[in-house]
């Protein structure tokens, strides 16, 4: 049962919208740090297919992550319009390659409408729900899914 149908009040979100593959998403915006011009990656060997490279922000070497691969659309290919979110997921800073940032808002919990089940425990991790506005619909999505965990021992098979 949903917060709504015991008629408690949903709290706000504050959610940052981007673009990517011509689409509009949004994700809260507490995860945020920074939005950044695009810039140069570096490869890196046996990545992910999503993860574009990395980048120095500040002294860190920060994966940048093509987040419209991620979510299962084409791989995007960056140009000097892109943009990247630096996000912090579970305490990794992370950057996300967009097409472009458009605004923060204030959204109502119940405005939120939860995503239809599918057969698809990607969607389920990654979209938390749909924003109607007007004729089209913003994509929210969870970043906690978006960047995989790496284990204590694959950390320390990376320090050898």
């Known amino acids: 049962m949903s917060d709504t149908s ?5 709290p706000n979100r504050e959610l940052i919208s981007f673009r990517i593959t011509g689409q509009d998403f949004c994700t809260d915006v507490r995860q945020v740090r ?3 011009g695009w810039t140069a990656v570096t490869a890196m060997p046996h990545a992910p297919p999503f993860v574009v490279g990395v980048i120095n922000l500040r002294g860190t070497v920060m994966p940048v992550v093509d987040i419209g691969a991620r ?8 140009t000097e319009h892109h943009v990247i979110i630096v996000v912090n997921v579970k305490g990794q ?3 996300l390659m967009v097409e472009d940032v458009s605004e923060t808002s204030t959204v109502a919990g119940d405005q939120i409408h939860p995503a239809p089940n599918v057969a698809s425990r990607q969607t389920r ?6 924003i109607i506005r007007g004729e089209s619909m913003v994509t929210v999505i969870s970043l906690d899914h978006m960047i995989p ?4 021992e694959a950390l320390e098979a990376l320090a050898l």
């Open 34 to 36: 920074e939005i950044r």
């Open 125 to 130: 991790d990654f979209v938390e729900g749909y």
């Open 149 to 152: 965990e790496i284990s204590p």
């Open 93 to 95: 800073w992370t950057g």
């Open 6 to 10: 015991l008629g408690l009040a949903q």
């Open 71 to 78: 979510l299962g659309f084409a791989a995007s290919v960056p």
